[in-house]
């Protein structure tokens, strides 16, 4: 177990090398993986006994390694090292849950637009999966257990506010990467869905603001192909101890928002943005 997950962090920090990230964090992924490796006990045996806390114990693991190591020994895989291969599948990830198929699972990608568990999680709990066909109590109810113990593992503490990337930081990230993309300066990787040919068409950005890393890309969901909006929509993954997540942002289509980016869900601060921007 504990060389199998090294292997992967090991793995992940090749490719943040290659893919040009911050040599700070892809020397601390080795740093992790070499302390997993001097670790006398199995690194399962210490999440199942102390949690996430424990592995933080471990030399060269923060909370976000520790994240890192939980997926892989929860899922069996690491979701930000599939995001690096260009390998991210959200309708696999889903098929890890108990009661989910692959019908199903393309169903909640593609009807709901759900990416990750913690999307599962609060569609689980809004109401959204009980108006899917196939889930009834029973089911919804086992799949809401499984995630809450899953989760329970790897969610990090809530975010603090002023610890939330604001939107402008996210806008720049997005123009950061749009430019970068369009100059053709960014390393390229060749996504596993919807690209047959094995191309390596997608650019791929690591920067940081601060002690937040981020990695950027274009959208590569049935979603975005279905609408033409892979060269539009750009998904941002922050890795930082306290405001890990991810965001969406798009081109405004209509009204006040027409021309202009805005980071889904957080609509109202980009108003506030524009209107301060604007006088």
Request: glycine share 10%.
């Amino acid at each position: 177990m504990n060389e199998g997950v090294a292997d992967r962090l090991e793995e992940a920090a090749a490719l943040l090398e290659q893919q040009r990230a911050n040599p700070f964090r892809v020397r601390a992924y080795r740093r992790a993986a070499r302390s997993l490796r001097r670790h006398p006990a199995p690194v399962a045996a210490l999440l199942a006994a102390e949690g996430a806390e424990g592995l933080e114990r471990l030399p060269g693991v923060g909370p976000s390694l520790a994240r890192a190591i939980c997926d892989i020994v929860r899922l069996g895989y690491l979701p930000m090292l599939e995001r690096l291969r260009g390998e991210a599948d959200p309708v696999r990830l889903f098929q890890s849950v108990p009661g989910v198929g692959p019908r199903l699972s393309a169903r909640l990608h593609e009807d709901l637009g759900l990416n990750t568990l913690e999307d599962l999680e609060a569609a689980a709990h809004d109401g959204r999966l009980a108006e899917i066909a196939g889930f009834g109590p029973k089911r919804l109810a086992g799949v809401r257990a499984v995630l809450a113990g899953r989760l329970a593992r790897v969610r990090p503490a809530p975010v603090i506010a002023h610890h939330l990337p604001s939107v402008e930081e996210l806008l720049d990230i997005d123009r950061e990467y749009r430019e970068g993309a369009a100059a053709g300066g960014l390393p390229k990787i060749a996504p596993r869905r919807f690209n047959p040919e094995g191309r390596r068409w997608l650019p791929i950005l690591h920067t940081a603001r601060g002690p937040r890393h981020y990695t950027a890309l274009f959208s590569n969901t049935s979603t975005a192909h279905r609408l033409g909006k892979t060269i539009d929509w750009v998904v941002i993954y922050c890795d930082h101890d306290a405001a890990d997540g991810q965001w969406t942002v798009v081109n405004g289509t209509s009204g006040v928002w027409r021309g202009r980016r805005v980071v889904r869900g957080r609509e109202e601060e980009c108003a506030r943005h524009y209107s301060f921007v604007a006088a």
